[in-house]
């Protein structure tokens, strides 16, 4: 109880808190003014040499995880398709994963390359063909914005911002958490239906373009900071 208040009076002290999604909002006004709460989501880079070597290059049938190994991401949920887990979590996390996967008999289909970055990351990117992040709880994920970007259709659930950005049968499928039967079916969907996984790819790259570019993210941080200022005056 004592921690709870250091961190309202902490909060209270602040002239604008920023929150990645309604839902953080939602969250932070039980501590908050809702006045005092601005929504800014995280944005994405937009590869489109990326999504146009997506639309033409056959299918590699490849599902791309980026992100921490563990529970919360869901990642003791994963169906029997080809797989790489690129990311990291607790030792405990990840010697549980390696082992349910050795368990299942599919460790010859998954891959570990760790945390990625540079290069490596974008290579990884340009290579799979469905983004997967089924989270249990999110604010605005990054590493599914990063997928759109690249021309993904995404894989994911309906929690926390992502349903604002992958709209389900538009540019890929929003699943309850846990719920591994329609992870598998949308994933082999989107794998078998070349003109699905084509068309969710345009859609993820057009959504990313229109709402949620660095450009559009850089002016609302600004718009923040004028805000604060203008409270100074």
């Known amino acids: 109880e004592s921690k709870k208040k250091k961190i309202k009076k902490i909060y209270e002290k602040c002239s604008v808190l920023i929150a990645l999604s309604e839902e953080w909002k939602e969250r932070l006004s039980q501590i908050v003014s809702p006045s005092k709460i601005s929504v800014i989501e995280n944005y994405s880079i937009l590869h489109e040499d990326a999504l146009k ?3 033409v290059r056959e299918c590699n049938n490849t599902v791309l995880f980026l992100g921490e190994l563990g529970k919360r991401k869901g990642c003791y949920d994963v169906p029997d398709v080809k797989f790489v887990l690129a990311g990291a979590g607790s030792e405990a996390d990840e010697k549980a994963i390696k082992k349910l996967i050795d368990r299942e008999n599919v460790s010859d289909n998954v891959e570990f390359p760790g945390w ?18 089924p ?3 999110e604010g605005m994920p990054m590493s599914v ?3 759109m970007g690249y021309g993904f259709p995404v894989v994911s659930t309906n929690v926390g911002g992502i349903p604002k950005i992958v709209h389900d049968g538009e540019n890929g499928y929003c699943c309850n958490p846990g719920d591994v039967n329609r992870f598998a079916k949308r994933i082999t969907k989107i794998l078998l239906d070349g003109k699905e996984r084509k068309s969710f790819g345009e859609a993820s790259w057009k ?14 941080i600004e718009q923040a900071y004028k805000q604060v200022l203008l409270m100074d005056v």
């Open 135 to 137: 989270s249990y709880n």
């Open 116 to 133: 990625v970055r540079g290069d490596t990351k974008d290579k990884l990117l340009r290579e799979a063909d469905v983004f997967f992040l």
């Open 145 to 147: 914005l990063d997928a």
């Open 53 to 55: 070597q997506r639309l």
């Open 207 to 220: 959504i990313v373009k229109e709402g949620y570019s660095l450009e559009a993210h850089l002016n609302r």
